[in-house]
């Protein structure tokens, strides 16, 4: 069955500290699709990166990177020179190849960054 | 501008009376989806829909009901809300599956007394 795991419930750093968010997920397919959303206070959920099961180069976007270790089942995201509108709750999120209706998210990661 | 639109953003209503959410997207796409979020559960899928008239159940079915009679709505109905169907509504679409990013609506908060 799929699960993903956001072990760390609630972050505080200060501003311009670098602070890293883990995931690590569960699935028994080969192709499988993972994805990070940012909700921020005001509510809304806001896509960021996905990464297919094949493709385990790393990404970085601007202060944003991103880690996928399949070894691990991992796919951690790292936020450099972290800023107070980093403030938000952060979701990992994991869908199976070919599945229609199954899209699991991890319980949230809620990061408080303090100027 | 490309968008999914909930209406209405909040709620409050009583045990037993009816209601629907709506949820329409203007970017053409096949596939959407409900998930509702509560506290330290994170997002659970309730129902999505493939395409018009391909509707099928996700995590947390019980209690609702769609329909997917065009393509760009997909309302979501409580047909006797109860307390425990107190949350936060997010409706979501991608172009044709999972595999693809989700681009959300601002969310229902829907309070049950």
């Known amino acids: 069955a799929q699960k993903v795991t956001q072990a760390q419930t609630e972050i505080s750093v200060v501003e311009k500290e670098d602070v890293t968010l883990d995931c690590v997920y569960e699935t028994r397919d080969t192709t499988y699709y993972l994805f990070w959303y940012k909700q921020p206070p005001s509510g809304e959920l806001v896509f960021l990166i996905r990464r297919n099961s094949f493709d385990e180069q790393n990404e970085i976007s601007g202060r944003y990177s991103w880690n996928f270790q399949k070894s691990t089942s991992s796919f951690n995201f790292t936020i450099t020179a972290s800023q107070v509108v980093d403030s938000a709750v952060y979701f990992c999120a994991l869908s199976e190849g070919g599945s229609q209706g199954n899209l699991i998210f991890g319980k949230g990661t809620k990061l408080s960054v303090k100027p | 501008e490309a968008q999914v639109t909930q209406n209405p953003r909040y709620l409050i209503t009583v045990t037993g009376k009816k209601l629907t959410v709506t949820c329409s997207q203007n970017?053409?796409?096949?596939?959407m989806s409900w998930y509702r979020q509560d506290p330290g559960l994170g997002l659970r899928q309730i129902y999505y829909s493939m395409n018009v008239e391909v509707t099928d159940k996700g995590d947390v079915p019980e209690g609702y009901k769609v329909s997917r009679k065009e393509k760009r709505n997909f309302p979501l109905i409580l047909e006797s809300p109860s307390p425990n169907q107190t949350s936060l509504y997010f409706c979501?679409?991608?172009?044709?599956?999972?595999?693809?990013?989700?681009?959300f609506g601002d969310g229902t908060r829907l309070s049950i007394l």
């Open positions: 970017m053409n796409h096949e596939y």
């Open positions: 979501a679409s991608s172009l044709n599956g999972l595999h693809q990013p989700q681009h």
